[in-house]
């Protein structure tokens, strides 16, 4: 299993030792401060396996944890999934690709078409070629902010790319987060960056989710056992530490969907059921106060049948 490297400056040296700490002692959480971090080792790359990577800045907001995105380097350019939520957040992404590799960025997939993911696109070299499912791209179309050009690829099922000797597996596992997710497979190396389809340590976020269909999404990433999962918001996890962590965020999105139903079956109003709702130990997870109502609200819906 390789390890995963961190590149900063030799004056944080000290961060790469606390990046580098054993599976047993990393703090299982999407909060910098509580993993021993420091908000200045941030924006950071890290090393996943060779010639994969991810990159990790903070999302905007009084909140503090990450936005991912993964990029892969091969010897016929490179394939970005995801970008940041701002124009000079993405052009930290694309410098950063730049300090790693002379290749050119090749393909950016959205695999999350939500603003914090894709707001900053524009930073991406012109003709570049952009991969997005339907729904993100109706989304993005209508939308105020970054529009996907009208070349860009649609991946409605699934997508296998040669690029230089590396395959990439584009695929939609379903309607999860956003509708339009899609996730990027390594088959050589087993490495599976899912996006928003699944948030490490972060309070299950449902503004615009499918709640049961989402369950459905991480049963058939679990059922790839893929050696390393990557998540599109908190920390970039060794393999075991990885495999544990998306259990243990398939827990908190059946515990959250279980709560809502339970007030739900029991006839308590969505606003009181907003207050009622025990969260249990998912409360200390990152933005657990914010996205808690909003988690109820989508359940009702679905329940209701007015999901939209
Ligand atoms: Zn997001």
Same mark, same amino acid.
């Given at each position: 299993m390789p390890r995963l490297t961190v590149?900063?400056?030799?004056?944080?040296?000290?961060?790469?030792?606390?990046a580098a700490?054993s599976?047993?002692?990393?703090?299982?959480?999407?909060?910098?401060?509580?993993?021993?971090?420091?908000?200045?080792?941030?924006?950071?790359?890290?090393k996943v396996a060779?010639?994969?990577?991810?990159?990790?800045?903070?999302?905007?907001?009084?909140?503090?944890?990450?936005?991912?995105? $993964?990029?892969?380097? /091969?010897?016929?350019? +490179? #394939?970005?999934?995801?970008?940041?939520?701002?124009? !000079?957040?993405?052009?930290? @992404?694309?410098?950063?690709?730049?300090?790693?590799?002379?290749?050119?960025?090749?393909?950016?997939?959205?695999?999350?078409?939500?603003?914090?993911?894709?707001?900053?696109?524009?930073?991406?070299?012109?003709?570049?070629?952009? $991969?997005?499912?339907? /729904?993100?791209?109706? +989304? #993005?179309?209508?939308?105020?902010?970054?529009?996907? !050009?009208?070349?860009?690829? @649609?991946?409605?099922?699934?997508?296998?790319?040669?690029?230089?000797?590396?395959?990439?597996?584009?695929?939609?596992?379903?309607?999860?987060?956003?509708?339009?997710?899609?996730?990027?497979?390594?088959?050589?190396?087993?490495? $599976?960056?899912?996006?928003?389809?699944?948030?490490?340590?972060?309070?299950?976020?449902?503004?615009?989710?499918?709640?049961?269909?989402? @369950?459905?999404?991480?049963?058939?990433?679990?059922?790839?056992?893929?050696?390393?999962?990557?998540?599109?918001?908190?920390?970039?996890?060794t393999g075991?530490?990885?495999?544990?962590?998306?259990?243990?965020?398939?827990?908190? $999105?059946?515990?959250?969907?279980?709560?809502?139903?339970?007030?739900?079956?029991?006839?308590?109003?969505?606003?009181?059921?907003?207050?009622?709702?025990?969260?249990?130990?998912?409360?200390?997870?990152?933005?657990?106060?914010?996205?808690?109502?909003?988690?109820?609200?989508?359940?009702?819906?679905?329940?209701?049948?007015?999901?939209?």
């Amino acid at each position: 299993m390789p390890r995963l490297t961190v590149f900063l400056a030799p004056s944080l040296l000290a961060s790469v030792c606390a990046a580098a700490v054993s599976a047993q002692t990393v703090v299982r959480t999407a909060d910098p401060a509580k993993r021993g971090l420091k908000e200045s080792d941030f924006p950071r790359t890290i090393k996943v396996a060779d010639n994969v990577y991810t990159y990790e800045d903070f999302h905007a907001g009084p909140e503090k944890f990450t936005t991912t995105d $993964l990029f892969v380097v /091969t010897d016929a350019g +490179v #394939l970005v999934a995801d970008g940041q939520g701002s124009l !000079p957040e993405t052009t930290g @992404l694309v410098d950063a690709i730049a300090k790693v590799t002379a290749q050119p960025i090749k393909y950016v997939v959205i695999c999350s078409d939500h603003g914090d993911h894709s707001a900053g696109n524009a930073a991406f070299p012109p003709g570049v070629k952009y $991969l997005i499912h339907p /729904t993100s791209k109706a +989304v #993005l179309a209508r939308g105020s902010g970054w529009k996907p !050009p009208a070349d860009a690829e @649609l991946i409605d099922n699934a997508r296998t790319l040669t690029v230089g000797r590396e395959e990439i597996q584009v695929l939609f596992l379903g309607r999860a987060h956003t509708g339009g997710d899609l996730s990027v497979f390594l088959p050589g190396r087993k490495i $599976l960056f899912l996006s928003e389809t699944y948030l490490n340590r972060v309070f299950p976020a449902m503004r615009s989710a499918y709640p049961s269909e989402w @369950l459905r999404a991480l049963d058939r990433a679990e059922a790839m056992q893929a050696d390393i999962y990557i998540a599109g918001h908190g920390f970039t996890e060794t393999g075991p530490v990885s495999r544990e962590e998306i259990r243990a965020y398939h827990k908190a $999105l059946e515990a959250v969907i279980a709560e809502a139903t339970r007030l739900h079956a029991a006839a308590v109003p969505v606003d009181d059921a907003i207050r009622k709702a025990n969260w249990g130990e998912y409360a200390s997870w990152t933005l657990a106060s914010s996205q808690g109502p909003i988690a109820v609200r989508r359940v009702y819906d679905e329940l209701d049948g007015t999901l939209r």
